[in-house]
């Protein structure tokens, strides 16, 4: 998915969030385990992102994926799933300041000073005042101990994914850090998404995350509706059937021909929002098993060369 995102665009990518204990006895040379610290040299620049409890190992999984070559160090305190927060990590650390700055100071310390260390963040555990103000004292401090950049995802822990991402939380943190590094996040599924919260908001980046799982046309498209206030056409079924099938060799390559059709699915599905008759296409594409599934799917759906569709703005208009 990195590697597909940087060829249509994208300046920047993180791997999937990994727990620090799971790093620290992870053994990198066991075939199964190959695909969770697998970075080309194509998609440089790239960072390792990572989340735990221990302040401590948190610091020794940081370590780790420096040796494994990331080039950036990105301390996940914003995923809002049950099960994370139920083993107090993730988005939990919005709730326990001290604890946070802990595990930013050694993480910061253990990790040489010219990887840079990042934090993604939600607006806070929930709209409390008190929420509001652990989430000040974190991102401060952060940058006080020397963080490069933050994620600001707009909605609270407590909503997961639900409701609006507020854009006007992003203006005021970047009002009053008007020097440092803050990037947007939440309700990016359109170019002209990513481009109005730049406009709304003041933020000096953008980073897209579901929106892009079966749209990496999104940066492309971004960049020059940027440049020239035009936005370019969607993608047609050739050009998606040619990524679809890029995409699953490259996951062939890491996780084995047996493996990949299962692993693909998600995308597969993802990709379908793209395509005219898009719930036809998604229920097939939830039955793939195996390579031959999916050049099936490819060959009932996406053997003539139609105009694909945009997928909907977010609800920021």
């Not at 940087?6 to 053994?27: I, P, S």
């Not at 139920?86 to 100071?105: E, K, N, T, Y």
């Not at 970047?174 to 990016?188: A, H, M, Y």
């Not at 996406?302 to 694909?308: A, I, K, M, V, W």
Request: hydrophobic share 40%; charged share 25%.
């Amino acid at each position: 998915m990195r590697l597909i995102a940087r060829r249509h665009g994208a300046t920047y990518g993180v791997c999937e969030v990994m727990l620090d204990k799971f790093l620290v006895a992870l053994n990198p040379r066991r075939q199964k385990n190959k695909h969770y610290l697998y970075i080309t040299d194509e998609e440089r620049p790239v960072g390792g992102q990572l989340m735990g409890t221990e302040p401590e190992q948190f610091a020794a999984g940081a370590v780790k994926l420096v040796e494994a070559g990331f080039d950036v160090i990105d301390i996940n305190f914003g995923c809002p799933v049950k099960k994370v927060l139920g083993r107090c990590r993730g988005g939990f650390h919005l709730s326990q300041p001290d604890v946070a700055l802990d595990i930013i100071q050694r993480t910061r310390k253990a990790v040489p000073s010219s990887i840079p260390v990042t934090v993604k963040m939600r607006r806070g555990i929930d709209d409390t005042e008190l929420s509001r103000e652990h989430f000040f004292k974190i991102i401060e401090g952060a940058f006080d101990i020397g963080v490069a950049a933050v994620t600001v995802h707009g909605r609270t822990v407590k909503q997961r994914y639900n409701g609006p991402s507020r854009w006007e939380f992003l203006s005021e943190v970047k009002q009053r850090f008007p020097d440092r590094v803050i990037l947007g996040s939440g309700d990016l599924f359109a170019a002209q998404d990513c481009l109005d919260m730049i406009t709304q908001t003041s933020v000096d980046g953008v980073t897209v995350a579901r929106g892009c799982i079966g749209n990496p046309w999104i940066f492309q498209q971004t960049k020059a509706l940027a440049k020239t206030g035009i936005l370019p056409p969607p993608p047609s079924l050739f050009e998606q059937r040619k990524v679809i099938t890029k995409h699953f060799d490259l996951a062939a390559e890491l996780y084995g021909e047996e493996r990949t059709a299962m692993v693909m699915r998600k995308s597969c599905i993802k990709y379908s929002a793209l395509h005219p008759e898009h719930s036809l296409v998604r229920a097939d594409f939830t039955k793939i098993k195996s390579r031959e599934d999916l050049h099936q799917v490819l060959r009932d759906w996406y053997s003539e060369d139609l105009d694909g569709c945009y997928l909907p703005r977010s609800i920021h208009v």
